[in-house]
C-alpha cells in the first residue's frame, strides 16, 4: 500500500479517491501521476490485468488506468522528434499506439521495469509512422526499404569503384535480382515531390516568370462532361423506365434507331421522335433547372 499512500501525498499527481470494485484504488486523474509512482501503481494494475477476463468492464478499467498513468512515457518519447515537420500532437497519438501495444503485450513476470519494455514499441511505432508518411507518393513497405539498402550499396560500390555501379553490380552486392533493383530505383523517385507552383530556371523574358504547372500536363476534355453529368442526372431520374431504357441503349449500349424499335416492338421512326423529345426535354431542363 506504500505506492498508493504516495500517489495520495503528491496532490499534482493524481489522487487516489477510493477502491474499485477490481481492489485497485481510484485515481481521479492518472494522466497527473508522477513517473515514480506511476511505476509502483502499474504493477499493481498490471498484477490484476494478468487476472481479468479481457472485455469486461473491470478489464477495460485496468487497461484505461495504465495507458493514462503511462502517458508521460509517450510526451517522453515524442519530445525526440520535436523538429519534425508533424504537430507534437500527432506524434503522441502515434506514439500512443505503441504505448497500448506494449500494455497489451507486457507481462508482469518477464521481471523487467515495463519503461524498459515500453519505450522500444512507442518510438518503433513513431519511426514507422514518418517511414510511411514522409513519401511524396505511397510505396509498398518492401520498396521503402529497398530504397535504403539500395543507397548504401550504392555508396559502397561508388566508393570502391569509383563510379556509378550498374544495376548489375548492385542487384550481386544487395543478393537482389536485376528487376528488383530497378524497381527500388523507380520507388527512390517517389521519396521527394516537386511543387507545381515550383519556378522553373529562367529562359523566357526577365519579367517572365514560368512555374512548373505551366510546362507539364494538358487539359482534360472529359473534365468539362462532370458538371453535364451531375446536372443531367436529376433530370434523367425523373423520366420514366421506358425513357430511361432508350437513353441507356442510345448513348451507352449505342445502338442503332433501328435495333432500338426492334427491342421495344415499334417502328424506326417512333423510336426517333421518342428520343428527340427526350433530348428536347433534357436540353430545356439544363438550360432552366425549373422545367421538368
Given at each position: 500500500m506504500a505506492a498508493v499512500t504516495a500517489a495520495q501525498a503528491t496532490a499534482t499527481a493524481g489522487e487516489a479517491v477510493g477502491k474499485h470494485e477490481t481492489g485497485l484504488p481510484v485515481i481521479d486523474d492518472p494522466s497527473k501521476v508522477g513517473p515514480k509512482d506511476a511505476r509502483e501503481l502499474s504493477r499493481q494494475f498490471f498484477d490484476r490485468l494478468a487476472m481479468l477476463e479481457e472485455g469486461t468492464h473491470e478489464h477495460q478499467y485496468v487497461r484505461n488506468t495504465l495507458i493514462e498513468m503511462n502517458l508521460s512515457l509517450v510526451r517522453y518519447a515524442a519530445s525526440r522528434f520535436r523538429g519534425r515537420e508533424d504537430s507534437l500532437e500527432d506524434i503522441v497519438q502515434v506514439g500512443t499506439i505503441g504505448l497500448i501495444k506494449a500494455i497489451?503485450?507486457?507481462?508482469?513476470?518477464?521481471?523487467?521495469?515495463?519503461?524498459?519494455?515500453?519505450?522500444?514499441?512507442?518510438?518503433?511505432?513513431?519511426?514507422?509512422?514518418?517511414?510511411?508518411?514522409?513519401?511524396?507518393?505511397?510505396?509498398?513497405?518492401?520498396?521503402?526499404?529497398?530504397?535504403?539498402?539500395?543507397?548504401?550499396?550504392?555508396?559502397?560500390?561508388?566508393?570502391?569503384?569509383?563510379?556509378?555501379?550498374?544495376?548489375?553490380?548492385?542487384?550481386q552486392l544487395m543478393s537482389l535480382s536485376e528487376e528488383e533493383v530497378i524497381e527500388a530505383r523507380k520507388a527512390a523517385n517517389c521519396y521527394n515531390s516537386a511543387s507545381l507552383d515550383a519556378a522553373l530556371a529562367p529562359g523566357g523574358a526577365p519579367d517572365e516568370k514560368t512555374v512548373l504547372a505551366d510546362v507539364i500536363g494538358e487539359e482534360d476534355p472529359s473534365l468539362e462532361l462532370v458538371e453535364d453529368f451531375h446536372s443531367l442526372a436529376p433530370l434523367i431520374a425523373e423520366f420514366g423506365e421506358r425513357e430511361r431504357r432508350i437513353l441507356h441503349m442510345r448513348f451507352v449500349e449505342e445502338l442503332t434507331q433501328s435495333e432500338i424499335a426492334g427491342h421495344l416492338g415499334v417502328s424506326q421512326m417512333h423510336v426517333s421522335r421518342l428520343i428527340s423529345r427526350i433530348i428536347k426535354r433534357l436540353r430545356a431542363g439544363l438550360l432552366d433547372p425549373d422545367v421538368a
Open positions: 497489451d503485450r507486457f507481462e508482469i513476470s518477464r521481471e523487467v521495469e515495463f519503461t524498459t519494455f515500453a519505450v522500444p514499441y512507442i518510438v518503433g511505432e513513431i519511426k514507422r509512422f514518418f517511414r510511411d508518411t514522409s513519401w511524396a507518393v505511397h510505396v509498398p513497405r518492401r520498396l521503402q526499404e529497398a530504397r535504403v539498402e539500395l543507397a548504401k550499396a550504392t555508396d559502397e560500390l561508388r566508393s570502391r569503384l569509383g563510379r556509378t555501379p550498374t544495376t548489375r553490380e548492385l542487384s
